[in-house]
């Protein structure tokens, strides 16, 4: 079982950056995919990010080379630096666990965290 918790989300201008965080109980944590999803009002949970056991990352087209995922698997955290902000990132996002990370599915999620990016 893994618990997850997020923070750091927030009201941010377009361009600016902003840093998230995921806190992760359990001592199994380093086994896991761990990914960033995000969803927006009327639209689909998407996968933003996603990072392996091993470290590998792999990135949704629409972020790039703008955000950028991490883990610090001796505090049990996620991170998501998200920079070069722009209006159509504003959606909450979730810390996820799980094998099927990489096929968007999750067998963990947190409970959110809204980040909303103004104009």
């Known amino acids: 079982q893994v618990q997850l918790a997020e923070s750091g989300g927030g009201l941010v201008q377009a361009g600016g950056s902003l840093r998230l965080s995921c806190a992760a109980s359990?001592?199994?944590?380093?086994?896991?995919?761990m990914g960033w999803f995000r969803q927006a009002p009327g639209k689909q949970r998407e996968l933003v990010a996603a990072?392996?056991?091993?470290?590998?990352?792999n990135y949704a087209d629409s972020v790039k080379g703008r955000f950028t995922i991490s883990r610090d698997n001796a505090k049990n955290a996620l991170y998501l630096q998200m920079n070069s902000l722009k209006p159509e990132d504003t959606a909450v996002y979730y810390c996820?666990?799980?094998?099927?990370?990489?096929?968007?599915?999750?067998?963990?999620r947190g409970q959110g965290t809204q980040v909303t990016v103004s104009s």
């Open positions: 996820a666990a799980g094998s099927g990370i990489y096929s968007g599915r999750y067998d963990y």
């Open positions: 990072i392996n056991s091993g470290g590998s990352t």
């Open positions: 359990g001592r199994t944590f380093s086994r896991y995919n």
